[in-house]
């Protein structure tokens, strides 16, 4: 992934605002897509390149039937595609969208984490004076 991806406060206002409820359903459902942990350890490995399933298996040290049971949900929901190369068949992801939601999500949490321990510094800083 070497692509800039620029959001401006605009977009987001019209997103906000115009945004129809069908819409507000499939974003719901993608986000359910992305709330399993097993399945963003599957983004993680696809992220730089196409793997096999049991390259993936490998990496995650997970059964294969619980990877390709995730990976039919993500190619069923459109953020996978996969070819077949005889026996092997690899997956790549196609929408990655949900890359950059990952990693706008986490730097969220990195973020609320620090404020939250300087809060707990405060407060001992306080309590030890």
């Known amino acids: 992934m070497n692509k800039t991806l620029t959001i401006t ?14 819409m507000l359903d499939a974003v719901s459902s993608r986000f359910k897509l992305l709330s399993e942990p097993m399945r963003l350890k599957i983004l993680r490995v696809l992220c730089e390149q196409e793997h096999t399933v049991q390259e993936i298996v490998n990496e995650i040290h997970a059964s294969q ?43 969220g949490v990195v973020e609320n984490l620090e404020a939250q321990l300087r809060w707990v510094k405060d407060i001992q800083s ?4």
Not at 126 to 129: F, N, V
Request: charged letters at 30%; a positive charge; proline letters at 2%.
């Open 65 to 107: 039937a619980n990877i390709s049971k995730h990976l039919a949900l993500m190619y069923e929901s459109g953020i996978v595609s996969r070819r077949k190369e005889g026996l092997k068949c690899y997956y790549r992801i196609v929408d990655e969208s949900v890359i950059y939601a990952c990693y706008l999500i986490s730097k």
């Open 126 to 129: 306080t309590l030890s004076s």
């Open 9 to 22: 406060a605009e977009e987001v206002k019209k997103w906000h605002h115009n945004m129809p409820d069908e």
